[in-house]
């Protein structure tokens, strides 16, 4: 099986354990499109347009537009988005983007409360000091974007800041993401449903440069 073919097999297995699991109650299965010239993309089927998330707008807006498109691989109970799209050329990866939107509202709550107050895994969702913002892995190979520290090839952004950008050591496979999140914003459900992520027995190489390792980074392995 080819490279973006098992990404795209395990981002579907991904998807259903978490469905499964009950953890999303929508979802949109990866598609896989011969761009020609030898690029694949992974991406998200039946989605709208996403470019809204770049531009000048505010979160509520980003998010309104990015629901709305069901730009999303699945949604989690409390309207988080995740996002999982990949791009390979001649079989090797040149660039991704895995991005969790968290939900800037409360009318789920609100109409539904029993949800929350009897599950602990959304138990912060009530909590008035949470300031939800997007979280973002890019990676990106083409040579005009890349520099080194201030654009790496592989990097986290947090909340929209632009020259946001901290070093990864390499390119995330998407349980490596998808466990990020769990673990992060859902660590009840991480705790308790860990192994419903499943994972393979390869990893992307590693793209970070020396002078990235000895600024604060980010390391994942198998």
């Not at 466990?179 to 009840?188: D, E, S």
């Amino acid at each position: 099986m080819s490279r973006p073919k098992e990404i795209r097999s395990l981002i579907e297995k991904i998807t259903a354990e978490m469905v499964g699991a009950s953890l999303c109650n929508r979802q949109n299965f990866p598609s896989m499109t011969d761009l020609g010239g030898g690029i694949t993309e992974i991406g998200i089927t039946q989605s709208g347009a996403i470019g809204v998330a770049l531009k000048n707008e505010s979160y509520p807006v980003i998010y309104r537009a990015l629901d709305e498109a069901q730009a999303y691989n699945f949604q989690m109970l409390d309207g988080g988005l995740v996002q999982m799209m990949y791009r390979f050329e001649k079989k090797e990866i040149v660039a991704h983007r895995l991005a969790f939107f968290p939900s800037p509202f409360l009318e789920e709550f609100q109409n539904n409360p029993d949800i929350y107050i009897e599950d602990e895994v959304y138990a912060e969702v009530v909590m008035k000091n949470i300031v939800p913002f997007p979280v973002r892995f890019d990676f990106d190979t083409r040579a005009y974007v890349v520099v080194e520290i201030d654009h790496p090839q592989s990097h986290l952004t947090l909340g929209q800041y632009k020259n946001c950008r901290i070093p990864v050591c390499s390119p995330l496979m998407p349980h490596h993401f998808v466990g990020f999140v769990l673990r992060n914003f859902y660590n009840t459900a991480f705790n308790k449903y860990s192994d419903c992520v499943p994972g393979c027995s390869w990893s992307f190489g590693r793209t970070i440069t020396r002078n990235e390792e000895k600024i604060p980074h980010l390391v994942c392995s198998l």
